[in-house]
């Protein structure tokens, strides 16, 4: 596949810069990218773990994996993942279809462990852009992607409505938008939330409802929300 089905995505004026290991970044050189560059490895443990999803947030990776199945079977053409992480919960979905995808993330450290767990799966390179860029300055055309996805990125964001906006954004007439958020929803959930957002690694926590009415303001009525345990399933069609 040509590298022009990317060119044919990016905003006029942005540019694409590229780095090792077939990574791309809209970041400007000087750019301090993101403290996840060094914990990919850790995350992937945690993160990935099924006994730490269970017993922290009373849900499963396996359902992760099943809503991602779901976002990419909704569309056609080009799929945006905007905070892809490691691929950790999407790489089999992603290697079950023939879509063109723009994974991304500000950690290099991220998206360098997101290539290599797909090019693992055999997943051609010239269809997957990996490309490191900022949820609220991304180089893309708007409404350019009938698919738009953002998996455990929202309970990161103080300024949720923002972030919704960002994303909705880049969503093609038709299309759909489809993201996950941790809430606090049980006892466990929300000592685990309140902690780390004391540490700075999350927003202050939001409870199901919270991210239900921000839905409804900013993405309006077709927007659905499910919940297994402390983690929101969150999609909208346009």
Known sequence: MSASWIDALIMPGRQLRQLDGGLLTALEPDDRGSAYDGRAAMYDRVIGSRLYNRLVWGSSPATYADFAATAVNRGHGPMLDVGCGSAVFTAAAYSSTDRPLILVDRSLGMLARAAERLDARGIHSGRVAYIQADLFDLPFRPQAFSTVASFGMLHLFEDLAG???ALKSQVSPGGSLHAT?????????????????????????????????????VLG?????????????????A
């Open 181 to 217: 958020s941790l809430v606090g929803e049980s006892p466990i959930g929300r000592r685990a939330l309140a902690l780390l957002h004391r540490s700075g690694e999350v927003a202050a926590p939001r409870t199901e409802g919270e991210l239900a009415a921000a839905a409804r303001d």
């Open 221 to 237: 009525p077709t927007s659905s929300i499910c919940r297994e345990g402390s983690m929101a399933f969150m999609s909208w069609h």
């Open 163 to 165: 972030t919704m906006g």
